[in-house]
């Protein structure tokens, strides 16, 4: 139970970030954190019932955390490299500006 | 016990800092320390194979990922108000507070298989190695991609 209640103050502490922060990058880490949290459990669940199929799927979940990572990273060059924005905010401006745009032209277009 | 108590209290130290540190190398380096009082904390729970994957994947290229990124784009200087954070502690305290309330029913569990790790991955999950495999495949080219696209353009 202790174990647990660990992994969910780290989850809690990730989601926390994950909101709070709008950083590409510190939304990262808080992604890594919360998947961190989760891996443990597989941990902790297999240790504790004597069986080594916990740590395989950790090993599964650690692997695919890398990937995704990796990913996202490349995802947030992408888009500091063509827009210079590193903020999530500045992005769903820019969104919403685009998207107000384009029903303007298909309203100008339907008069 | 106190083994445990130090590390659990250093991991939820670290990762506070690691997201309320302003400076981004600062909170890779807390992010870093954090996985790597969870990998002493695998090895105290005999995972062996577990803590050097924390330590190889969760540690180090997590690291150089966040580090590479950091060092590639330029930091803007808006600042959070305090009514996200707000929602954020009750998101947060939404989601985690029923599984702290709640008891885990670990003896319907208990059912296990006796496995080595070997034999966990290599046959018990070989269909899960094999498209771990093809995940891998999947984003090394999904990253290659994505920046091949950046230089084409310049």
């Not at chain 1, 080594?52 to 992408?78: E, K, M, N, P």
């Not at chain 2, 992010?31 to 729970?45: D, E, K, Q, R």
């Not at chain 2, 690291?63 to 200087?77: E, Q, R």
Request: aromatic fraction near 6%.
């Amino acid at each position: 139970m202790d174990y647990i209640i660990l992994s969910v103050t780290i989850l809690a502490i990730g989601i926390v970030g994950l909101v709070t922060k709008h950083d590409l990058i510190k939304m990262l880490i808080a992604i890594e954190m919360i998947t961190a949290a989760a891996t443990m459990n597989f941990v902790v669940f297999g240790s504790l019932m004597e069986n080594s199929l916990g740590q395989a799927f950790s090993i599964l979940a650690l692997s695919v955390d890398a990937c995704v990572t990796a990913v996202a990273l490349a995802l947030a060059i992408a888009i500091y490299k063509k827009l210079n924005i590193r903020d999530v905010r500045d992005l769903s401006e820019i969104t919403e500006t685009s998207s107000d745009k384009e029903t303007q032209t298909v309203e100008e277009d339907q008069k | 016990m106190w083994l445990e108590t130090v590390l659990a209290i250093g991991m939820v130290t670290s990762a506070v800092f690691a997201i309320y540190l302003k400076e981004t190398v600062s909170s890779v380096l807390s992010l870093s320390t954090m996985m790597i009082l969870l990998a002493v904390l695998y090895f105290n729970l005999n995972a062996p194979f577990a803590a050097i994957f924390q330590l190889a994947l969760g540690t180090g290229t997590a690291a150089i990922f966040l580090l590479a990124g950091d060092s590639l784009t330029k930091k803007s200087d808006l600042k959070t108000s305090s009514k996200t954070k707000f929602v954020g502690l009750i998101v947060s305290a939404v989601l985690c507070v029923p599984v702290i309330v709640g008891t885990v029913a670990t003896a319907s569990l208990s059912a296990s298989l006796d496995l080595s790790i070997s034999s966990a991955i290599w046959e018990f999950r070989a269909i899960d190695v094999l498209a771990q495999g093809l995940v891998v495949l999947t984003a090394a080219l999904g990253v290659v991609i994505l920046l091949k696209e950046e230089r084409r353009r310049k």
